[in-house]
C-alpha cells in the first residue's frame, strides 16, 4: 500500500516561515497529482494547495495565495510547501495526498483524493 509521511512541522512565531515536506514509499510521484489539506481543530478538512503530475501547474486556496508555495522534486520523491508570513489562523494540522485520478483540472475536494499522510502539526504563535 502506498504510505506518505509528512514533515518539517513546529511552532513558529506569527510572519516566520516554515517549509513542510511530504515523502511516499510504494509509489513514485512524478505520474500524479499531489495536494495540501490541513484541519484545525473543530473545523473541516481544508483544501491548501495542488501540484500537477508534470509540475507546470498549481493551485491555491485563496487565504494562501501569495503566502505559500507547492513544488515537487520528482528526483527525490518529494512533495514540498512552503509557508511564509504566517498567520495565527494557519495553526493546523497539514495533510499531504495523492489522486491517483485522470481530471481535466487540479482536484481541490478532500474526497477526490485517495490517499493520506498521517499529518505533522503546525502551531503559529501570535
Known amino acids: 500500500q502506498v504510505q506518505l509521511v509528512e514533515s518539517g512541522g513546529g511552532l513558529v512565531q506569527a510572519g516566520g516561515s516554515v517549509r513542510l515536506s511530504c515523502a511516499a514509499s510504494r509509489l513514485t510521484f512524478r505520474a500524479y497529482t499531489m495536494g495540501w489539506f490541513r484541519q484545525a481543530p473543530g473545523k473541516e478538512r481544508e483544501f491548501v494547495a495542488a501540484i500537477s503530475w508534470s509540475g507546470s501547474s498549481t493551485v491555491y486556496a485563496d487565504s494562501v495565495k501569495g503566502r505559500f508555495t507547492i513544488s515537487r522534486d520528482d528526483a527525490k520523491n518529494t512533495v514540498s510547501l512552503q509557508m511564509s508570513n504566517l498567520k495565527p489562523e494557519d495553526t493546523a494540522l497539514y495533510y499531504c495526498?495523492?489522486?491517483?485520478?485522470?481530471?481535466?483540472?487540479?482536484?481541490?475536494?478532500?474526497?477526490?483524493?485517495?490517499?493520506w499522510g498521517p499529518g505533522t502539526q503546525v502551531t503559529v504563535s501570535s
Open positions: 495526498a495523492v489522486d491517483f485520478g485522470l481530471r481535466g483540472s487540479l482536484p481541490r475536494a478532500k474526497d477526490e483524493y485517495d490517499h
